[in-house]
């Protein structure tokens, strides 16, 4: 009986686990960002790119194109290096993608909110 007691205690903690590291995972990855309600954001790429913000990124990477997309037809105003074919992001120091690099040399890893890059930037998110 005592070694019945024993494997469900194993089990339920592989569970949390295992759940834990899907939460974390979700969260690393942007999987629980919300896309933004639909509208024109082409005043805060302009934003972004004229205060030297650059988005490093690769054709292949999923979460890179989640990324744009939250952008819509406003990406096309983002400082974007694709790091497929451009020695900046290796020299630069990216390692994952999708990357904000600012001005600064901090960089952010990974599908960032709209919200989260107007809070970091100073830009309004119009």
Known sequence: MKIK???????????VFIAILTLSYGVLTGWFVRPPPSGNYDN?????????II????????YCKKQKEM??????????KNCDNDNWCRNAG???YPTWVFPNGQKYAGVQSLERLAELSGCPLS
Do not use: M, P, R
């Not at 007691?5 to 903690?13: E, P, S, W």
């Not at 805060?44 to 030297?52: I, P, V």
């Not at 988005?55 to 999923?62: E, K, Q, V, Y």
């Open 5 to 15: 007691v024993k494997y469900l205690y194993l089990l339920g903690a592989v569970v």
């Open 44 to 52: 805060f790429a302009k934003c972004l790119t004229e205060k030297g």
């Open 55 to 62: 988005l490093a990124g690769t054709d292949w990477c999923h």
């Open 71 to 80: 952008f819509g037809s406003s990406f096309q105003y983002i400082n974007y």
């Open 94 to 96: 990216v390692t994952g």
